[in-house]
T-cell receptor, first 116, second 115 residues
């Protein structure tokens, strides 16, 4: 149980376009969802924490207007990278929890974004 | 703010040998501590976690970790490594941060298992 999916797994886009990444909890209701960014040979960097029906809490240094997060239901959160640039190329990972961040987080397999 | 350090970027062990992955954390009080494993093409999976109680925590896949407050450490161990354990391992610390809870991950240790 406790499966989290991400779609798409890979996406290539042109500079200046927007890309939406979906994160779904398939068999449980996620009170909280998290979005991370992982650079090569580096750790997961938390970008934002989102609770269903409320605004996301962004980490310091993460541009809210560039990385739009929507948590419309207890099973779906989306991350939209607006006006993407090559420096936004990265591996984006979502996770979901039935409670807080310190409860078990169930991770999606990640989305590789490449901006040309 | 909390932080976590994994001093070993890459470790190679022989199949059947014992394993210890190091993790040191920084936080003023007792934090939540986690070990996650990331296999290629798969999402991170929780191996074990600690907050209170017995300082020796048993996890899945035969892993265990010991919380040592005096050393601010939470090292992961396995007595006999299997080839399928080859993966990247992340230590993480969770605590209150600015009014909400947040988990901070270490940089990871990549485990290679040789026959």
């Amino acid at each position: 149980g406790a499966v989290v999916s991400q779609h798409p797994s890979r996406v290539i886009c042109k500079s200046g376009t927007s890309v939406k990444i979906e994160c779904r909890s398939l068999d449980f209701q996620a009170t909280t969802m998290f979005w991370y960014r992982q650079f090569p040979k580096q750790s997961l960097m938390l970008m934002a924490t989102s609770n269903e029906g409320s605004k996301a809490t962004y980490e310091q240094g993460v541009e809210k207007d560039k990385f739009l997060i929507n948590h419309a239901s207890l099973t779906l959160s989306t991350l939209t990278v607006t006006s993407a640039h090559p420096e936004d190329s990265s591996f984006y990972i979502c996770s979901a929890s039935v409670g807080l961040a310190t409860d078990t987080q169930y991770f999606g397999p990640g989305t590789r974004l490449t901006v040309l | 703010a909390q932080s976590v350090t994994q001093p070993d970027i890459h470790i190679t062990v022989s199949e059947g040998a014992s394993l210890e992955l190091r993790c040191n954390y920084s936080y003023g009080a007792t934090p939540y501590l986690f070990w996650y494993v990331q296999s290629p093409g798969q999402g991170l999976q929780l191996l074990l976690k600690y907050f209170s109680g017995d300082t020796l925590v048993q996890g899945i896949k035969g892993f265990e970790a010991e919380f040592k407050r005096s050393q601010s450490s939470f090292n992961l161990r396995k007595p006999s490594v299997h080839w399928s354990d080859a993966a990247e391992y992340f230590c993480a610390v969770g605590a209150d941060s600015g009014g909400y809870q947040k988990v901070t991950f270490g940089t990871g240790t990549k485990l290679q298992v040789i026959p």
